[in-house]
């Protein structure tokens, strides 16, 4: 069977270099700003904090808004780890019948639900007759921070 995205476009990862960018001790205040301290406490590689299992892990590009309360908007990248165990309450990528859908997953009493983060989607309830694959358990949400007018 061939899955075909349907709200996702899958990236793969390729560690290529190790780009080591600055990590200041300083935390920075959401409220009103104070003095930021003028040195750095060490460097980070984004790929070493944001990939746990580099080769069970993948991208997936977001379209829809079914997960916006979730903080996941379309054009999100989401870093999805296979090697992560999925459990009841944790946002996913599933394939049900052939489709890629990102979801919260539900779990109770054998019932396997995917819900959505959004009022104006509705659960859906996946049925024994069904094919149905947890491709992975979402780990980090990337986007753009957007200005506002």
Same mark, same amino acid.
Not at 61 to 74: K, L
Not at 79 to 84: E, L, Y
Not at 100 to 122: C, F
């Given at each position: 069977?061939?899955?075909?995205? /349907? &709200?996702?476009?899958?990236?793969?990862?390729?560690?290529?270099?190790?780009?080591?960018? #600055?990590?200041?001790?300083?935390? =920075?205040?959401?409220?009103?700003?104070? #003095?930021? &301290?003028?040195?750095?406490?060490?460097?980070?590689?984004?790929? &070493? /904090?944001?990939?746990? /299992? +580099?080769?069970?892990?993948?991208? %997936?590009? =977001? *379209?829809? /808004?079914?997960?916006?309360?979730?903080?996941?908007?379309?054009?999100?990248?989401?870093?999805?780890?296979?090697?992560?165990?999925? =459990?009841?309450?944790?946002?996913?990528?599933?394939?049900?019948?052939?489709?890629?859908? =990102?979801?919260?997953?539900?779990?109770?009493?054998?019932? %396997?639900?995917?819900? +959505?983060?959004? +009022?104006?989607?509705? +659960?859906?309830?996946?049925?024994? &007759? *069904?094919?149905?694959?947890?491709?992975?358990?979402?780990?980090?949400?990337?986007?753009?921070? %957007? #200005?506002?007018?």
């Amino acid at each position: 069977m061939t899955f075909v995205p /349907h &709200e996702l476009e899958i990236l793969g990862f390729e560690k290529r270099s190790e780009l080591a960018l #600055p990590l200041y001790l300083a935390t =920075v205040s959401a409220g009103f700003p104070s #003095p930021a &301290e003028d040195y750095i406490d060490k460097r980070l590689d984004l790929n &070493e /904090h944001l990939v746990r /299992h +580099p080769e069970a892990t993948f991208f %997936v590009r =977001v *379209q829809g /808004h079914s997960m916006a309360d979730a903080g996941i908007a379309p054009g999100d990248i989401l870093v999805v780890d296979r090697a992560a165990t999925a =459990v009841s309450g944790s946002i996913v990528i599933a394939a049900v019948d052939g489709e890629l859908t =990102v979801k919260r997953l539900r779990t109770s009493r054998g019932r %396997v639900i995917l819900a +959505p983060e959004n +009022p104006d989607y509705a +659960p859906t309830e996946v049925g024994p &007759e *069904q094919s149905f694959e947890v491709w992975g358990v979402v780990t980090y949400i990337i986007h753009k921070a %957007v #200005p506002r007018p």
